[in-house]
């Protein structure tokens, strides 16, 4: 057993998100487990870009209200408690309601994601309507 060290949050990289977001490296499998598990925290409006990952993703939502979609139109509104799964290689972004914060645990297999381009605030705008009280 090993209590791991806590590591410095760091802000995201404007590459690959659009808007404030900060990350939280929470754990990295070692040989011969690849895990990787993060605390992403987005300001209202802030998400990923379009991205896939070879092996899936498992967002579970601890705080806020956010967005799921993808290329098809998809759209999951997450709040606390949703845990949402993308399957191996679909595109898809996530990220805040325009009105609220949102904090999520990202927990995938491998580094192995493709990042695509940012999505467009048309793209953003179309997602949030879907944002119907629950």
Known sequence: ???????????????????DVWIDF?????????????????SPCARTAWHSHAVGQVLHVTEGIGL?????GTVIVMRPGDTVHTPPGEWHWHGAT???????????????????EH????????????CAPR
């Open 119 to 130: 999505v467009t605030d048309e793209e953003y705008r179309s997602a949030a309507t879907h």
């Open 98 to 116: 325009p009105d609220h914060f949102m904090t999520h645990l990202g927990m995938q297999e491998t580094d192995d994601v493709t990042w695509g």
């Open 26 to 42: 929470l754990y990295r499998g070692e040989d011969p487990s690849q895990a990787r598990m993060y605390a992403v925290h987005f």
């Open 68 to 72: 799921v979609a993808t290329r098809d």
């Open 1 to 19: 057993m090993e209590l791991l060290p806590t590591l410095p949050t760091i802000k995201a990289p404007a590459e690959m998100f659009t808007g």
